[in-house]
């Protein structure tokens, strides 16, 4: 089955620098890469996805590269703001009937004011 | 708020009895995926439901079984239970376009404690 591993499990920046989570996967089958944001107590809150056909993608602050050839892909926030702390899930899924997700193991983002 | 909604919110229950945790998904949305969130085990996959159907089965227990009703809503049965099935449940749902989107918006959660 997929297998989805993610770097770094904590990261700290400075209020207005940028953060960059990574994730590798191991099914080259999979086509959809979505970025979760968990804070304390919520569920996992969609916030960015790219799909296969797309090597980058971006929504004001954030952004999204997918490198298929090394199957990996990585969040990119920018001009980090203290309500961007929160733990952060990779995932990968493909597009069949079954879509369920197989999820990174979280990146706990602390933006210091 | 991402339109799925969950109850309980919280459960605490003894070892060897039984729960059901519900799920509602977003309107329209005929996909359910039941997650558990433990802190070792991160968030696993247990189990999809589509339009009523079983389409996927994930890291779930034998102890553990859950539906998917005529109105979509599902449910989880948690069974026998034991000290090492405390942890988060999370719903999600999707659309499910063949070819489409396949966004998975999570519910709330269950926060389940089995003392």
């Given amino acids: 089955g997929e297998n989805v591993e993610q770097h770094p499990s904590t990261l700290s920046v400075q209020e207005g620098d940028s953060a960059v989570i990574k994730c590798t996967y191991s099914d080259s089958a999979s086509n959809y890469f979505p970025w979760y944001k968990q804070e304390l107590g919520k569920g996992p809150q969609l916030i960015i996805d790219i799909r296969s056909n797309v090597g980058e993608k971006k929504d004001q602050r954030i952004a999204v590269t997918l490198n298929k050839t090394a199957k990996h892909f990585s969040l990119h926030i920018t001009e980090t703001q203290p309500e961007d702390s929160a733990v952060y899930f990779c995932a990968a899924s493909l597009s069949g009937s079954a879509r369920q997700l197989t999820f990174g193991s979280g990146t706990q983002l602390t933006v210091l004011p | ?115």
């Fill in chain 2, 1 to 115: 708020d991402s339109g799925v909604t969950q109850t309980p919110k919280h459960l605490i229950t003894a070892t060897g009895q039984r729960v059901t945790l519900r799920c509602s998904p977003r309107s329209g949305d005929l996909s359910v995926y039941w997650y558990q969130q433990s802190l070792d085990q991160g968030l696993q996959f247990l189990i999809q439901y589509y339009n009523g159907e079983e389409r996927a089965k994930g890291n779930i227990l034998e102890r553990f079984s859950a539906q998917q009703f005529p109105d979509l809503h599902s449910e989880l049965n948690l069974s026998s239970l034991e000290l090492g099935d405390s942890a988060l449940y999370f719903c999600a749902s999707s659309p499910h376009v063949a070819g489409g989107p396949n966004e998975q918006y999570f519910g709330p959660g269950t926060r389940l404690t089995v003392t």
